[in-house]
């Protein structure tokens, strides 16, 4: 799925025959677009953020959210209960970390030597049911979903975690010469929850369709790269800023005026190639793709620090079952243990694992929010297929960065990972927090594409995730 002609383009009324002129004179139509969507996510923001007085507000630049979706059980996973029956606690026995105190699957070696470098959350719950597109419209937008049924995305969802952060921010980067989008969505399609919502198209994720690799992601790679030669698109951005010049004589109005930084932004981000240069994850060094292993998620992890490095401040890397491939679904309500072990934990290990080495190792962990969870947890009894069910009322989740001190536990969940027995967590609190870490007071209030103002969240941020 390749999300780059968004149906609001901006104030922009171009005069038809102009564009025809510029098309039929070699400009590429891709120039057009990004113009268009780099005018359009100039948002409004009705209220500006406030420093909220702590030392952790605004630690993180970047974040990546990794959404395990099908749901990974919280008991096989970083909330093992080897104490609690045969029924309960599973097949898996737990490991010790390097961080004191704290364990986790055995299937998850790497991540057990990576502990110092993030905290468990053991306490969060749903709001909502638990369908796997309510619940992961939950945990992306911080909002229950307003409908019942299974999500279906609609004009008037709330917005996804970043569609808010490319409003607040104007679309744009961290690094202000990298002209990238603010928000990306990696591997797998759009599911409710994802999308910009009520703040309209224009905040909606750039999504390579596919896994890197693909043939969706090749065209992604080559959509941003320039189909001319460079001197030649030098020379037509050129002949663009002066049929500008000769129109705005006749078309006196502020539109055409901003319109020309926007179209130099479009020409820049052609020309420099971040976009291209950040999606080619073939340029990585092979044991670097090794660390990450070579499968959806290890090359969407990889992707996603690489879109981080560019400037990239929220992306989200999808592990989930599409039409084409269900192999990468956390829904275990069979074999449980063998699916598990054998496909889900090693993947996940890996890319997660080397995400966090390689952030900490480029000093960019401190600046980058890391959150990985699923839309819910997972039953504590083990149903008579050797799975385990959805469980909206505990699960756990992985955070790491911005500040965030590793090697430690925030919340717990009673004796058989059924309840949070302390400091529990709803899935608004956890939008408050990832808010929190970006520097966006929470309480901020931003305008819906029809003009209205609507609150990011009522909730307040999980300040013991920073101690």
Known sequence: MLSLDLPETGTSKRDPSRREFLVAGGLPFIGLQLSGLLKAQSAEVTSQSTKLGSPTFGKAKSCIIVLLKGGPSHIDTFDMKPDAPSEIRGEFRPISTNASGIQVCEHL??????????????????????????????????????????????????P??????????????????????????????????????????????FVPGGGPGGPTWKLMQSTFAPQIEVPRLRHRGKLLSALDAKFSEHLKSPVFAEMDGFNQRAFSLLEKGTVRKALDIETEPQK?????????LGESSLLARRLVEAGVRLVQVNC?????????????????????????????????????????????????LVVVLGEFGRSPRVNAQAGRDHWPACFSALLAGAGIPGGRVVGASDRYGASP????????????????????????????????????TEDSPVMEMWG
């Open 109 to 158: 070696p790497r991540l057990a030597k990576n502990a110092d470098k993030f905290a468990l959350l053991r306490s969060m719950r749903l709001r909502g049911d638990a369908t796997h597109g309510t619940g992961a419209y939950e945990v992306t937008t911080g909002h229950r979903y307003p409908r019942p049924g299974e999500s279906v995305y609609s004009p008037t969802d709330f």
């Open 160 to 205: 996804h975690y970043g569609s808010v952060v490319s409003a607040v921010d104007g679309g744009q980067s961290v690094m202000p010469f990298a002209m990238l989008p603010s928000y990306f969505i990696v591997n797998g399609d759009l599911r409710g929850g994802q999308n910009a919502g009520m703040l309209g198209a224009r905040h909606d994720p």
């Open 288 to 296: 670097n793709l090794e660390r990450y292993g070579k499968n959806d």
């Open 320 to 368: 989930m079952s599409t039409i084409l491939d269900s192999s990468h679904s956390w829904d275990t309500h069979y074999n449980n243990f063998t699916t598990l072990k054998e496909r889900l934990l090693p993947k996940m290990d890996s890319a997660v694992a080397s995400l966090l080495e390689d952030l900490a190792a480029t000093g960019l962990l401190d600046s980058t």
């Open 421 to 456: 027995i302390d400091c529990p967590v709803s899935t608004g609190q956890l939008a408050a927090t990832i808010y929190h870490a970006l520097g966006i007071d929470p309480g901020l209030s931003v305008q819906t594409w029809q003009g209205r103002p609507f609150w990011i």
